[in-house]
């Protein structure tokens, strides 16, 4: 089931979302329609609050070296924890939930990730570059934040104009 991705400025995308306790047949139909809405988005990651349901799950999809997506990329992250960050990079970054806006944001080069699977299992992953970048965004979507919030004063200020006008146009 595609589901509706809420976009900003809902207030909702603020909202820190809640540890998963429940490992059941509920949560791995959920990760599917994420999965399936991610994939009609054209997106490389999506958050569970993104489509409002505030619980700290997100998966990803990274294309490969053709810039092609395929299900044996996902990788579903249920409680997220990051340890370990290493040096800094600047990558231009859109979301869908902030759809047309890209911006330069700094993020940690590499980390470690501690997380759950569907089932609940213990899991880590070495991440760096891309990976490590979408990791970062999709866990500042579980504490509430955008990727518009880590851009300089003058740089927010534009988005902003530039939003107020995206907005009137299609109206």
Sequence with gaps: MILPIVTYPNKILKTVSAPVTEFDEALHRFLDDMYDTMMLSNGIGLAAIQVANPIRALILCIPDEEGNQSRDRLIEIINPVIHNPKGTTLYQEG???????Y???????S????????FGN???????????IAIQHEIDHLDGKLFI???????RKKFEKEYKRAQKEKK
């Design 149 to 155: 919030e880590k851009l300089s004063y003058n740089r």
């Design 111 to 118: 980390l470690t990730l501690h997380y759950q699977d569907r």
């Design 95 to 101: 979301c869908l939930s902030v759809p047309g806006f």
């Design 122 to 132: 213990p899991c880590l992953l070495e991440a760096e570059e891309l990976l490590s």
């Design 103 to 109: 911006e330069d944001v700094e993020r940690y080069e």
